[in-house]
């Protein structure tokens, strides 16, 4: 009489487990379908009692979001601040009434975000969300990345390597190590010395070449010593570098002149797309032709 009654108990477990799996299916199908439409095609009003619990907590800080509307008022930032937007969920898994998804977040900031204004500035992250459902709806969420990243690529936060880059670059100019200053120049950099400076005849210069060509070589012919002094970096926004130095100089025609000056770089990857000089443009000029 043993036999088959556990005939019977493993012909339940498998009903259970049959149906456990079938659940968890029906809620991953749903998941994923109601997150591309409201992120994909932009209809916040998914994010409803149908597809989520009444009392739906979203884990965040520095408080959690708590219920529907409060969701909705929350993804509604993304639909406003970013267009071109592309949500895709790269990989999804579930057990019982618990929900696993790999995503990738791909957008242009060109609204509103959050009370940040747009920077026109595109974004592409990925991140993995834990979910917990209930009976068939959405119950909480909880959101894993890199925020450092989305806040870089945005433009609000800089690469922390890029003060060291632009001292490797002021290094290598000291000793004379031309090649390692153009090599950490993008091959599109645009390059502008000061307004009213004797090199500024050239400006913009596209490119390390013309960079090269049209100041390094310059500088080098004309002076019997060019050296840069008290030279201070300031890492701003936007991956920019400030740097405030001064130029210590003697020309060819034996005039000497030490002029305060700052630089700004602007770098993107690892290399510089821009610089920007600010001179005492007087004193050089006077020391020149005087």
């Given at each position: 009489m043993k036999t088959p009654i556990l005939i019977v108990a493993i012909v339940l477990l498998s009903m259970s487990t049959f149906a456990q799996k079938n659940n968890i299916n029906k809620d991953i199908k749903m998941y994923t379908q109601v997150w591309d439409d409201v992120i994909n095609k932009g209809d916040i009003n998914q994010i409803n009692a149908s597809h989520f619990d009444k009392n739906v907590i979203g884990i965040s800080s520095p408080e959690n979001m708590v219920g529907i509307d409060a969701f909705k008022a929350y993804y509604q930032n993304f639909l406003i601040g970013f267009s071109e937007r592309s949500f895709e969920i790269v990989n999804v898994f579930g057990q019982n009434d618990n929900i696993i998804k790999h995503w990738r977040f791909k957008g242009k900031h060109t609204g509103d975000f959050f009370g940040i204004p747009a920077t026109a500035k595109s974004v592409n992250i990925e991140g993995v969300t834990l979910v917990k459902m209930k009976n068939g709806k959405i119950l909480k969420e909880q959101d894993f990345m890199d925020n450092s990243i989305f806040l870089m690529q945005l433009g609000l936060t800089s690469d922390p390597n890029n003060v060291t880059l632009i001292d490797n670059l002021y290094k290598g100019f000291a000793i004379?190590?031309?090649?390692?200053?153009?090599?950490?120049?993008?091959?599109?950099?645009?390059?502008?010395?000061?307004?009213?400076?004797?090199?500024?005849?050239?400006?913009?210069?596209?490119?390390?070449?013309?960079?090269?060509?049209?100041?390094?070589?310059?500088?080098?012919?004309?002076?019997?010593?060019?050296?840069?002094?008290?030279?201070?970096?300031?890492?701003?926004?936007?991956?920019?570098?400030?740097?405030?130095?001064?130029?210590?100089?003697?020309?060819?025609?034996?005039?000497?002149?030490?002029?305060?000056?700052?630089?700004?770089?602007?770098?993107?990857?690892?290399?510089?797309?821009?610089?920007?000089?600010?001179?005492?443009?007087?004193?050089?000029?006077?020391?020149?032709?005087?």
């Open positions: 004379g190590d031309i090649p390692t200053v153009l090599g950490g120049m993008d091959a599109k950099i645009v390059w502008n010395e000061a307004e009213g400076n004797k090199y500024a005849d050239g400006n913009p210069y596209i490119g390390p070449e013309a960079v090269l060509n049209g100041v390094f070589g310059r500088i080098m012919a004309e002076h019997e010593y060019f050296k840069l002094q008290n030279i201070e970096l300031h890492e701003m926004s936007n991956n920019q570098v400030l740097a405030t130095l001064r130029y210590d100089a003697k020309l060819n025609n034996g005039k000497i002149y030490n002029a305060q000056v700052a630089h700004l770089w602007t770098l993107k990857d690892g290399k510089v797309t821009a610089f920007q000089q600010y001179v005492d443009t007087k004193k050089l000029d006077d020391a020149i032709n005087n």
